[in-house]
């Protein structure tokens, strides 16, 4: 698993008002037309291209779900009542107690069912991707140690269950378990890059951890031929870092490229690189 610290509240150099979108037509989301959904029996939900791709091509930029800031952060997204009333209540005890991965990962949640809220009542204007989305995502409960389930059960019934609005334990549960497998650290630089040195790139400090339901179909690689980075509009961009044949898959790295899926996930990587190098040994 991830350490994830937020370190800062907004990207670096954002500047207001946003820049126009990549679509004119679509300010929130832009999915390439070329691009298409498909299913693996090992790996789940992927996507594929259905044509040639140069170098450099957009292919998503997909709007989050949810996004949660940094500590004593101007940038926040509109809070539901119930929402408001959680932070208010345990944000400070969560921090001291759990620590800032568990404060930023429960809050997540909170914000999350606070979008469904907005959206049953009709007013999802900044909520573009539904819940729908978000219940496809993959849980993949029976991978994650008893003794990490216990845990999070304990958060949801210390902090969770004296709060209108929000489900039953058992379903946060499995709502934490897709966040943990699904979400995206936001960073300055962008992820994926392979170095063409022996010196290491650096994306630099997290500052935001969000939700994308779209992104979330796309699988690691250990030798990617997409790179991901928010925009100044807080969207997930994937961007082909070299020329993809039609009917590849596209993959990014989930993390820098440092070889740690056995250290942060739960899987050993099968990719191309790995079986080649011996990394998934």
């Not at 998503?60 to 539901?80: G, K």
């Not at 809220?117 to 993959?138: F, N, Y």
């Not at 031929?225 to 961009?237: C, K, M, S």
Request: hydrophobic share 35%.
């Amino acid at each position: 698993m991830e350490y994830r610290q937020l370190v800062v509240g907004q990207k670096p150099g954002a500047t207001l008002p946003s820049p126009p979108p990549l679509v004119p037509q679509d300010a929130d989301l832009y999915i390439h037309p070329h691009l298409t959904q498909d299913y693996d029996q090992g790996k789940g939900r992927s996507l594929r291209v259905l044509e040639p791709m140069s170098a450099g091509t957009v292919l998503v930029a997909d709007p989050p779900y949810a996004v949660v800031p940094a500590e004593n952060s101007s940038t926040y997204h509109r809070t539901h009542d119930f929402e408001y009333a959680w932070i208010k209540q345990h944000g400070k005890t969560i921090r001291k107690k759990e620590g800032e991965y568990a404060l930023s990962m429960l809050w997540i949640i909170v914000r999350m069912h606070a979008g469904r809220h907005l959206e049953i009542q009709g007013e999802s204007g900044q909520i573009p991707v539904g819940w729908k989305a978000m219940e496809d995502l993959r849980d993949n409960r029976d991978l994650w140690p008893q003794e990490q389930l216990d845990t999070w059960r304990r958060q949801i019934e210390t902090y969770f269950i004296d709060h209108w609005g929000l489900p039953d334990t058992e379903e946060v549960l499995m709502l934490i378990c897709k966040e943990e497998a699904n979400t995206f650290g936001l960073y300055p630089g962008a992820t994926g890059i392979i170095q063409s040195t022996d010196k290491p790139h650096k994306r630099g400090p997290q500052y935001a951890l969000g939700c994308y339901p779209r992104a979330s179909m796309v699988n690691h690689s250990c030798f990617p031929n997409i790179t991901w980075a928010a925009d100044e509009r807080g969207r997930l961009v994937f961007t082909t870092s070299r020329d993809i044949a039609a009917g590849e898959e596209c993959c990014i790295a989930y993390f820098d490229l440092q070889r740690q899926t056995k250290d942060l996930f739960t899987f050993a990587c099968t990719c191309e690189r790995c079986l080649r190098e011996g990394w998934n040994a």
